[in-house]
């Protein structure tokens, strides 16, 4: 995370009973929020890292230029989140189309769930999804996690997009140079299960009937998902910064432990706990980066794709206690953070000099809920690239209980907001869901 100096416009909701604008070292705060949106400058350039020299330290950059509605966002991005933090549930969804391609080439991963609309009123029945004979399951049982092949051969339903899906308009082939992936169509699976003793109860793992979502509005797909309380991870892996080591450049991406403190040597599903300060984790998809797929990234590291695309949806369930840290706010002491980053940044060095970094040349940081000083109850949020975006409002820090929020980009916007309590995390949802996340 780093200061930017805000510009542009952007329109935010406030809720009642807002203070009066203030200035805490440095950063202003006006109005408690709900809700912000954002505009993009669509087309611009920014200087990636093509190559990176481990005995001189130097890396070489060329321009790289974007043409996209949400800008550099359209490229592939890594979702970070920084305690004190308990992250309880992530989703991911694509236009039905595009999350069909992407599904395809998505790693193997074990789950269950049902079928559901966003609101407790609107359950639909839960079934279960199958996977393919000869997948290679990962799950976590009894608290480990192991891996095997599947040998039950189930049947599974087609799933249909509805007629009116925005996919109909989509293009795999991206005009900034990002691709999606292609291969075979894979299963949806459902959403929110009620939380659980993981280390008490045994998870049931068994293959089942795939949902048809066609009957109840499948227009967006879910692509990954990840629930702490279920040890459920689908789609997604969990990485940090200390990966592989060298002295010119230190520690690079890598596959994070289960408390995501340390280097693991395959991916782990992050336990259902609290992050402490200053710890990050990083989610991407899980499908490896292969061939020029990712462009350059730094050798020896673990590489993954990101999310890319104009059209996607990210639903969050989290909360950011106050764990009574002080210090220097340099060190992020009780300063929780969730941000999203052009994957490109990550796959080269987070932190490094902007010599081997596309961060300052413009490739896109997407600061979503950053609380700015140690204990501070307010998060605020903004955009850093080509043209910078940014708010004196803010969101209200979640202390003392778990909330859920949407970000959304579509239509060249981006909006994020506060869901109700009652929100959930279906497999699939209609246009006019949508309309309510923004």
């Not at 992050?270 to 020029?292: H, R």
């Not at 340099?330 to 052009?342: F, G, H, Q, R, V």
Request: charged letters at 25%; hydrophobic letters at 30%.
């Amino acid at each position: 995370m780093r200061t930017f100096v805000a510009a542009g416009a952007a329109v935010a909701l406030a809720t009642s009973g807002a203070l009066a604008a203030q200035q805490i070292n440095g950063n202003w705060y006006d109005k408690e929020v709900t809700k912000l949106d954002y505009d993009f400058t669509p087309s611009g350039a920014y200087m990636e890292v093509v190559s990176m020299d481990e005995t001189t330290g130097n890396c070489e950059q060329r321009e790289r230029q974007y043409d996209s509605p949400i800008g550099p966002f359209s490229e592939e991005i890594a979702l970070v989140f920084r305690g004190p933090l308990n992250l309880e549930k992530v989703a991911v969804y694509y236009p039905s189309h595009d999350a069909k391609l992407k599904k395809r080439h998505a790693a193997p991963h074990f789950h269950r769930h049902g079928h559901q609309h966003f609101h407790e009123h609107n359950k639909e029945k839960r079934n279960l999804q199958q996977r393919a004979v000869g997948d290679v399951v990962t799950a976590t049982i009894d608290g480990k996690v192991v891996t095997f092949t599947n040998e039950y051969a189930g049947k599974a339903a087609k799933a249909t997009p509805s007629p009116n899906s925005p996919a109909e308009a989509s293009n795999p082939k991206k005009s900034d140079g990002s691709n999606e992936t292609a291969g075979e169509e894979e299963n949806n699976d459902s959403s929110d299960e009620p939380k659980e003793n993981v280390g008490e109860k045994k998870e049931d793992r068994k293959a089942s009937k795939k949902v048809d979502t066609s009957a109840t509005g499948g227009d967006w797909e879910r692509t990954a998902y990840y629930c702490a309380s279920s040890q459920t991870a689908e789609g997604i892996v969990f990485l940090n910064n200390r990966g592989k080591f060298d002295f010119t450049f230190g520690n690079g991406l890598g596959y994070a432990s289960d408390d995501g403190s340390t280097n693991a040597d395959s991916p782990q599903i992050l336990k259902d706990m609290t992050l402490p300060s200053n710890t990050e984790v990083s989610i991407f998809a899980d499908k490896k980066c292969e061939g020029d797929a990712c462009g350059f990234y730094r050798p020896g590291i673990v590489a993954h794709r990101g999310f890319d695309g104009p059209e996607k949806v990210f639903l969050m369930e989290f909360q950011m206690p106050d764990d009574g840290k002080t210090g220097n706010k340099y060190e992020n002491p009780n300063m929780p953070a969730i941000w999203m980053l052009n994957a490109n940044i990550m796959r080269t060095g987070q932190y490094l000099s902007p010599q081997c970094t596309c961060w300052k040349s413009g490739c896109g940081e997407f600061d979503l809920f950053e609380v700015l000083d140690p204990g501070n109850f307010r998060c605020k949020s903004t955009v850093h690239a080509k043209d910078g975006i940014g708010h004196s409002d803010y969101f209200r820090r979640p202390t003392d209980k778990l909330i859920k929020a949407a970000i959304v980009f579509t239509g060249g916007k981006a909006h994020i907001k506060v869901l109700d309590d009652g929100a959930e995390f279906p497999t699939a949802f209609g246009n006019s869901d949508l309309e309510g996340l923004m």
